[in-house]
């Protein structure tokens, strides 16, 4: 153990490093620059690194489930991104990430699938890929609008992030307003990315392994005007569990968008509301989350989410996390981000009786990225 | 469980098909200057649409999907290039899923890559702000050059409608005939202030100071894209009062407060400027546009004169 003073001279080190690399677009980012390669043959490659640091009053008794971050220094994710059309009928990408986990850091292909570039309005892929559920899962950790994914979908879902190794067909229909269809076949169970279970290791599908988990989604996005966009999304993911019952989850969430066209760069705001149902290993859970992003200058985010777990479930039962987060991002390619995080948790001891814990969470973040990196959602 | 997956198959099968016949060819472009040239040339021929409106910022654009709407069914896209597109129309072109406009295909035309770019860094740094890494893209406030890129975009426009090429041809010669007119007009108003030193905002205006004998001495922007600081601002002050610059060049998108801080500091008059066709009402053209631009500038350095 070193003392406060060593490693706030540590922090001062690393932090000059991060600031010193410039770098992937971050959550806040207005825009990225991906250098535009000529060659279809070089791959555009790029880096990032994610890095947190802070303090969470949450005791080792509170780790129930994925979720809140832990106190001290880690390193988010480091990821490293290959991507590059093969020929003119295919895309590919490869990322390899580490993320940190009770402290071990943890290396694996995060994603690796190629998809369809030359047949119209479908895209057709194959490999491992983000599945499509929710509103949150497709963001990477760096893309990521708070510090962690909404509380009530890592609940709910039981994982940090959603992975799956198979076959996803998105399809943008003719109508004229963007709807895309997106259906998804993977594996059996859908694998926890790098934050476990509650039961530590990925669940369902013990058996035959075609009994496939199968995610569907639905997106659509209005024109409000120049200025405002409506999005309105519905997922459902289902699989069946180790005892061959079925398991699913299902989600529905809008989205408001406000962008002036004119001052685009200074200030937009964004409001998200999701509701996610889930009925698992036997048990049926909800939750919603609702969050505003305002941006306030060309640099600055001011942000509020608060989210809830056990909206039929009784008054004391139910968990509620709310987080307001400070980003300033320099460039589209690095940010600093202050996020403070209260959560009160329902415990069902077997002895006493319910009683609620109050988590409070300071931490503070560092983005950075080099090279190319692909878009982002709008 | 399989029967979920096979269900929802058929139904994204059933859905697809339903491709529109369009008699014109599809035109979009990332700018509303280029979708004016091509609906010059292209005539009843084309409809060409903008991606971005006229008083937007073209390096700031947020990938809409509706914008994928607008380009799934394209059967052209033309773009500026020169880095100035890059942060969302990539994006844009995989999310339209039409295959049609990808880079490489005749359906996509950028048409930085035809032009002699002025402003290429000699080190690609991003410490340096990284927004013109390939050289300044704003070369469409140059007469010159769009007339040289006329034929360009004809070309283009003939392959892929062949049936009309020479109606394109000669649409496209009538309007560089207008445009030579033009320049030697615009060159001459400009004259009387060759040598004027100028600040604007952002790097907007290179191949306009160089076109017309203009002298830019600075941008209020620490690099393209990064806002300036309160020393930059300080800094910028000096360069205005050192270099006796009258005027500055704002152009309607970006913040205004930089400009009117430098402006009250040193006594500076800011002109508002539109950058594109249509940015204001009477720039229904390019040749209208440039008039705009031209004007204005002329008006507001008139008082400067003796
Ligand atoms: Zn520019």
């Known amino acids: 153990m070193f003392s406060v003073h060593q490693l706030s001279v540590r922090a001062r080190i690393v932090l000059t490093i991060l600031i010193g690399i410039c770098s992937l677009p971050t959550a806040n980012a207005q825009t990225r620059t991906v250098q535009e390669r000529p060659n279809i043959w070089n791959p555009q490659i790029s880096t990032g690194i994610v890095f947190l640091g802070g303090y969470s009053t949450a005791d080792e008794h509170d780790h129930e489930g994925a979720h809140g971050l832990e106190s001290g220094f880690q390193l988010q994710e480091i990821e490293l991104r290959v991507e590059s059309n093969v020929d003119p009928f295919f895309r590919g990408i490869v990322s390899l990430a580490g993320h940190m986990h009770e402290g071990v850091m943890e290396v694996g292909f995060e994603e690796a699938f190629l998809s369809t570039i030359a047949i119209p309005d479908l895209t057709l892929r194959a490999g491992k890929f983000l599945l499509n559920f929710g509103k949150s899962n497709l963001r990477h950790t760096h893309a990521r609008h708070y510090l962690s994914a909404p509380m009530p979908t890592t609940a709910l879902t039981g994982a940090d992030h959603l992975l799956g190794i198979g076959v996803s067909l998105d399809y943008l229909m003719p109508l004229p307003f963007y709807t895309e269809l997106n259906l998804q076949a993977v594996r059996p169970g859908w694998e926890t990315g790098h934050s476990e279970d509650s039961d530590g290791h990925a669940h369902g599908g013990g058996g035959d392994p075609l009994d496939l988990t199968y995610v569907t989604h639905l997106k659509t996005l209005f024109d409000l005007g120049d200025t405002t966009t409506l999005e309105l999304g519905g997922s459902y993911m289902a699989n069946q569990d180790d005892h061959g019952h079925l398991q699913s989850v299902w989600g529905v969430d809008m989205t408001m968008k406000w962008v002036p066209l004119q001052r685009a760069r200074y200030e937009t705001i964004d409001w998200t509301t999701e509701y996610i149902s889930s009925h698992r290993h036997g048990v049926q859970g909800d939750g919603l989350y609702t969050s505003i992003r305002r941006q306030t200058a060309q640099q600055w985010w001011m942000q509020l989410r608060g989210g809830v777990l056990g909206l039929t479930r009784e008054t004391d039962t139910r968990r509620y996390r709310g987080e307001t987060l400070l980003a300033f991002a320099p460039s589209e390619r690095s940010a600093v981000r202050l996020q403070y995080a209260l959560e009160t948790q329902a415990h069902s001891d077997t002895t006493a009786d319910e009683h609620h814990d109050l988590v409070h969470e300071v931490f503070l973040q560092f983005i950075v990225s080099m090279g190319t990196h692909p878009a982002h959602a709008y | ?306």
């Open chain 2, 1 to 306: 469980m399989k029967h979920i997956g096979s269900t929802f198959l058929f139904l994204a099968l059933i859905l697809w098909g339903s491709s529109t016949a369009n008699a014109k060819l599809n035109v979009v472009t990332t700018t509303n200057d280029l979708a004016d040239l091509v609906r010059q040339i292209g005539g009843p021929h084309v409809k060409a649409q903008s991606i971005t409106k006229p008083r937007q910022d073209p390096h700031y654009v947020k990938a809409k999907p509706s914008l994928m709407v607008k380009l799934r069914r394209a059967d052209l896209l033309v773009s500026i290039g020169l880095d100035l597109e890059t942060g969302w129309l990539p994006s844009l072109i995989r999310g339209s899923r039409n295959p049609k406009i990808r880079p490489g295909e005749p359906g996509y035309l950028k048409v930085g890559g035809f032009i002699k770019a002025i402003g290429i860094p000699t080190a690609v740094d991003h410490s340096h702000g990284h927004v013109h890494a390939h050289g300044n893209p704003h070369f469409w406030l140059d007469p010159v050059r769009i007339q040289k890129l006329l034929s360009t975009v004809t070309k283009r426009l003939m392959k892929l409608d062949p049936a009309h090429a020479a109606e394109f041809k000669a649409r496209a010669a009538a309007l560089s005939e207008k445009l030579d007119a033009k320049i030697q007009e615009w060159t001459q108003k400009m004259a009387p202030y060759k040598g004027t030193p100028l600040v604007s905002y952002h790097d907007t205006f290179n191949y306009f100071y160089d076109r017309f004998g203009l002298v830019g001495v600075g941008t209020l922007e620490i690099k393209p894209g990064v806002p300036p600081s309160p020393k930059h601002l300080s800094r910028a002050i000096q360069m205005v009062k050192g270099n006796d610059v009258k005027v500055l060049l704002h152009e309607i998108y970006h913040d205004e407060r930089p400009s009117k801080f430098v402006a009250k500091r040193t006594g500076a008059k800011i002109v508002f400027l539109p950058t594109s066709v249509g940015g204001v009402r009477e720039a229904s053209d390019y040749i209208a546009f440039m008039d705009v631009l031209i004007n204005n500038i002329i008006a507001s350095l008139e008082p400067a004169k003796e």
